[in-house]
């Protein structure tokens, strides 16, 4: 079985500030990675993923994200924010050896921009 | 290009009463989950339809059912309804698998009075 945490609920920041938003994963088997943005009520849409490769991945709307294999971590980064990054973000994992699986997320965190 | 279609998007129920929700896959995909997103959690997976079978399924009491159709389109029905079923429900559509081609749908809001 596999587990994501993520380990803060609130992220205020100031625009146009860096931020980085952190996810934690077990799992005892390899896992894809993947992080999901919601917009209020809105559905989720996927901002970047990690399958193989290079451990620096970069996704749409300007974040990026590591996969640290040692450290069990898939942290988001945004080098400048906007307030229209304000959402909710969710970090998931599918486990690699599965013929068909489907998706673990964390409790996600709030990104809260303000000007 | 139409993503997934979820129906309706809100709706307010009974306690002790059934539902069900609809959803239509994105174009070309196969593959149908669905997902429970309860207020300030993260979404937790219900079931997956393939090939109108129930493929797989995460740890939900049978009050919890679901159907696919041989256009891929997918219903998930919830009989006896508690308040603690209050939530968001997402579809996701998929072709296959597991590398991350999951499409979701806006969801339906279900409150349970």
């Known amino acids: 079985a596999q587990s994501v945490t993520q380990l803060d609920s609130q992220v205020p920041v100031f625009e146009e500030a860096p931020v980085e938003l952190r996810c934690n994963y077990s799992?005892?088997?390899?896992?894809?990675l993947f992080w999901y943005v919601q917009y209020p009520n809105q559905g989720l849409q996927l901002l970047l993923k990690?399958?193989?490769?290079?451990?620096l991945v970069k996704g749409i709307n300007g974040f990026e994200a590591e996969f640290n294999k040692s450290q069990t971590s898939f942290h988001l980064r945004k080098p400048s924010v906007h307030i229209s990054d304000t959402a909710e973000y969710f970090c998931?994992?599918?486990?690699?050896?599965?013929?068909?699986?489907?998706?673990?997320f964390g409790k996600g965190t709030m990104l809260l921009v303000s000007p | 290009d139409a993503g997934v279609t979820q129906s309706p998007t809100h709706l307010i129920k009974t306690r002790g009463q059934q539902v069900t929700l609809r959803c239509s896959p994105k174009?070309?995909?196969?593959?149908v989950s669905w997902y429970q997103q309860a207020l300030g959690q993260g979404p937790q997976f219900i079931f997956q339809y393939y090939e109108e079978e129930e493929r797989q399924r995460g740890n939900f009491p049978d009050r919890f059912s679901g159907h696919q159709f041989p256009n891929y389109s997918s219903e998930l029905n919830v009989n006896a309804l508690l308040l603690g079923d209050s939530a968001l429900y997402l579809c996701a559509s998929s072709l296959g698998g597991r590398e991350g081609g999951y499409t979701f749908g806006s969801g339906t809001r279900l409150t349970v009075v």
């Open positions: 174009s070309g995909h196969d593959t």
């Open positions: 990690y399958l193989s490769g290079s451990t």
């Open positions: 799992s005892s088997v390899s896992v894809y």
């Open positions: 998931a994992v599918i486990p690699t050896n599965s013929g068909y699986s489907t998706l673990t």
